[in-house]
């Protein structure tokens, strides 16, 4: 997603296609529409139109109208409104309250976080505070096939040819001084 300030909000734009009866919703970057995806199994992405996921017409649909805050889609049972509402992720029961509503708002105007969570990712890089450096870590001992001329005559003292070093030994070879704790 673009860089985005805290008083800055990402605009989801909803439409009917007429001819194919289906729902578009339009994201603000391809990102967050395969994000989408990923939460609605339903949800298709065309090559022609990256940042816009399509939904087919759902169960029990009744009517589509204009709010101040998004779309309502209007449904013929309240039960199918709430089944759509979940499947949906980014809708909400308008009004929730009893009796049970048979509207479904999506909300248009989203804050990024808010979204993000919805969507069930993580807050994207742009807006997530740096993490720390993982401390320094000592390299492992360069793997080699043949044993050098040092190592070939450790072979012949000791008479044996076990490879497996000790750690005071591989501090040593590392020349690194300090003790070695029990753990």
Do not use: C, H
């Not at 309240?78 to 909300?107: F, H, M, N």
């Not at 450096?133 to 043949?146: G, I, S």
């Amino acid at each position: 997603m673009a860089s985005l300030d805290s008083t800055e909000s990402i605009l989801i734009d909803v439409y009917f296609m007429v001819p194919t009866s289906e729902l578009k919703l339009s994201f603000d970057s391809p990102e967050t529409a395969a994000a989408y995806q990923q939460t609605n199994k339903e949800a298709r992405i065309f090559k022609r139109d990256p940042k816009s996921v399509v939904l087919p017409k759902p169960e029990g649909l009744e009517y589509l109208r204009e709010a101040r805050s998004g779309l309502v889609v209007g449904f013929t049972k309240a039960r199918s409104a709430k089944e759509w509402s979940d499947q949906i992720a980014i809708g909400a029961v308008y009004p929730d309250g009893d009796p049970p509503s048979k509207e479904v708002r999506i909300k248009r105007q989203w804050n990024p976080q808010k979204l993000d969570e919805k969507l069930s990712r993580t807050t994207s890089p742009e807006r997530q505070k740096p993490l720390p450096m993982p401390p320094p870590t000592v390299p492992p001992p360069p793997v080699r096939e043949r044993p050098d001329a040092r190592e070939k005559s450790n072979l012949k003292a000791t008479g044996s040819s076990n490879s497996i070093m000790k750690p005071r030994d591989i501090l040593k070879m590392l020349n690194i001084s300090g003790k070695l704790g029990k753990g």
